[in-house]
């Protein structure tokens, strides 16, 4: 499918993953750069969506600061994979699900307005399916911002800012829940944004540029499907660092070319020892077992037990839940 988009398209992708422009006209902000019209912009991102090139034009949130997620696993039977893989994405929290080359192969991310939510979600999967659920909260981030440039092999850096939740105001979680799903792709996308809030689209910009701000919004543009996209081998790497060792590994593997995703999770003691997470996407096993290669020669990674999931099969991908949709919107 890559070979089937255009410099243009991949222009696109790649320049607009980030920085979206707050204008009442973004997207002819993007023709301008692009140097094409407005038109042929929203055409082109269309098509990218209903061929599952981009997830959305919208935003992601930095975890756990306006909502509740966590990652999670079961190992499912080999024959009853898919089975389990529908019982667990037929849950509007579950955001992502991949089937993984583990013992424990089927992952998934739980979301939720609240930490409850999430706790009762595992606890029905885990009803439902007669399985254990690994809980694997979130500790630290390092890198979750995902976007990387498609062009070139490395990643774009990522800063982790610090989160300011005390600046949410009514009203945002329903707008947030609007931007993690998608946002209209149009000539005027705050503005339908507003009619739906029932606010004003002035008032819709400034939101968003606040919730930038104050780091509640990690990033907001174009959300790719990297998959679709040629980058077909994708595995996550869990790494059974140290505690007092963690942040100075989780650093440094944040700053390695084609680490895409880096954080620290809780572990399962006496089921699950790994601490450090990371996600490598590459376009062929040789691309990814070179980038593990250049992680595992980091000093602060020498020698460290390790495990290497690659992705068979992807599920779902959403974004996730944030409003139970019962708030007041403004």
Known sequence: M?????????????????????????????????????????????????????????????????????????????????????IIGKHEGVNHSYLRENYWNLWFVATGPDRKHVEQTLAAIGAETGLQVLDLRLVRPFNVDLGFGLRTPQSRPASVKEVQPERLQEGDRALLQVLTRGMPICEAPYEQIADELGSREQDVLNRIWALLDAGIISRLGVIVRHRPLGWSSNAMVVWDVAPDKVVAAGQALSATPGVTLCYERRPVPGVWPYRLYCMIHARSRSEAGAILTSAKELPELTNVEHEVLFSSHCYKQTGALISSGKEVRA
């Open 2 to 86: 890559e070979n089937s988009l255009d410099s243009l398209d991949m222009r696109a992708l790649d320049e607009w993953q980030r920085d979206f422009p707050l204008n009442q006209r973004p997207y002819a902000i993007m023709a301008e750069a692009l140097g094409c019209s407005e038109g042929e912009v929203i055409t082109r991102l269309n098509k990218l969506q209903a061929t599952g090139r981009i997830s959305r034009v919208g935003g992601t949130c930095t975890p756990n600061s306006v909502s509740a997620s966590t990652l999670a696993a079961v190992a499912a039977p080999p024959e009853s994979v898919d089975i389990v893989a529908e």
